[in-house]
């Protein structure tokens, strides 16, 4: 059987839970060789038993740039061009006004979400294939003034623009770069959203027209496409993947 990513290598961060997980799950399916990355070895271990030899995991802070270097130091040392760049690592923290946020809070967010994913993308974009496929995680945060939120939400407007300058700087190298949008997924950063009060996501799938929250895997596929030759023609573009909620 072929898959839509045979014999290429992915290089997928935060990839031992979620979304990210999904999506490495996905691409080792369609053929791909995958390395992950996460900041704990013991989840690494675990992905890398579970879904085969075909992924290689690599322990890395992606809020860190120098370890996003040695990130970079490991993937060259492979010997290959990477086909595929998901920079999908990103967070938030407890709810905050804006009033109320503190340094230290606005750090932890855009420094994994904004600057952790520029940099990702600038230290791996040379080891990457002409003709390659760069999809970036943003979010409908992005497009949102959800309170209590702002250094998530703008950190995801600056992830989902980034994907349009890329797509403008790498087109002699025919890099496609686009943003995938997800709505509320069922991940642990869903469940910390909503502290596992089942009023609170109530809520949430009363805004969602599909009538529930997201599985990690619809993502997935999402991603997949927006990586392999199925979307050859488009590029600089956001997939929102939301059940709807952001056009209702
Ligand atoms: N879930 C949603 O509803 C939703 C909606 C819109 C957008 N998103 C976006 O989707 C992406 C993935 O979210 P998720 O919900 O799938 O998250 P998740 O299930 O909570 O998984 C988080 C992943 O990030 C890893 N991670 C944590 N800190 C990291 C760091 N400094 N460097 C690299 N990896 C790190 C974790 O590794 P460990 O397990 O080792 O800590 C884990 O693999 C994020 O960018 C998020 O903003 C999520």
């Known amino acids: ?18 979304i990210g997980r999904a999506v490495a799950a996905r691409f080792v399916a369609e053929g791909a ?10 989840e690494l271990d675990v992905v890398v038993a579970e879904l085969g030899p075909r992924v290689t995991g690599v322990l890395n802070d992606a809020s860190d740039p120098d370890d996003l270097e ?3 130091a490991t993937v060259r040392a492979l010997g290959r061009p990477v086909d595929v760049l998901v920079a999908n690592a990103g967070r938030d923290v407890a709810a905050t006004t804006v009033v109320d946020t503190t340094v ?42 959800g309170p209590g939120h702002a250094v998530y939400n703008a950190t995801k407007a ?28 069922r991940t642990a950063t869903f469940d910390a959203f909503t502290e ?7 809520a949430v799938v009363a805004q969602i027209p599909v009538g529930r929250v997201g599985r990690p895997e619809e993502v997935a596929a999402a991603v997949l ?8 023609f488009v590029a600089g573009a956001e997939l929102v993947v939301d059940g709807g909620m952001s056009q209702v």
Do not use: K, W
């Open 33 to 42: 060789d995958v390395v992950v990355t996460a900041p704990r070895q013991d």
């Open 158 to 185: 600056a992830v989902r623009s980034l994907a349009r300058t890329l797509t403008a700087e790498l087109r002699d190298r025919r890099i496609r770069a686009n943003a995938v949008s997800p709505g509320p997924t």
């Open 225 to 232: 496409f927006l990586a392999s030759d199925e979307s050859s």
């Open 1 to 18: 059987m072929t898959g839509l990513l045979d014999g290429r290598l992915a290089v997928v961060t935060a990839g031992t839970a979620g």
């Open 104 to 145: 230290d809070q606005f750090h932890r967010v855009s420094d994994l979400n904004f600057r952790g994913t520029f940099f990702t993308v600038q230290r791996l974009v040379p080891l990457m294939r002409d003709g390659g496929s760069i999809v970036l995680t943003a979010s409908i945060a992005a497009h949102n003034g």
């Open 196 to 202: 596992g009060s089942d009023d609170v996501e109530q």
């Open 70 to 72: 040695r990130l970079a």
